[in-house]
């Protein structure tokens, strides 16, 4: 089994920041991408961005240049740095890893106050 632990969420007024973390544990063998989407009350879950094992990112249009995603491979964990946040980003976030196979974490609540 393989489990994601997310954290990080929470309030915050708009224009701040927030720093989302997933630290995957449990019969881990080699992580491919990792990422983070997100999903809106009444909304469908929307990618957010994706990070390599090669540490290249790609990110939803919604967010580029104001989300920046990282890795620490020795740890098992991704970070969403997320700045300039909108009342538009607020939503539970999910990460996830692929082994190839996907695996989720519970998700993690970020609401921005306008």
């Known amino acids: 089994q393989v489990q994601l632990v997310e954290s990080g969420g929470g309030l915050v007024q708009a224009g701040g920041s927030l720093r989302l973390s997933c630290a995957a544990s449990?019969?881990?063998?080699?992580?491919?991408?990792m990422g983070w989407y997100r999903q809106a009350p009444g909304k469908q879950r929307e990618w957010v961005a994706t990070i390599t094992s090669d540490g290249s990112a790609n990110y939803a249009a919604s967010v580029k240049d104001r989300f920046i995603i990282s890795r620490d491979n020795a740890k098992n964990t991704a970070y969403l740095q997320m700045n300039s946040l909108k009342p538009d980003d607020t939503a539970a976030y999910f990460c996830?890893?692929?082994?190839?196979?996907?695996?989720w974490g519970q998700g993690t609540q970020v609401t921005v106050s306008s």
């Open positions: 449990g019969r881990i063998f080699s992580i491919n991408n």
């Open positions: 996830y890893v692929t082994m190839p196979r996907y695996y």
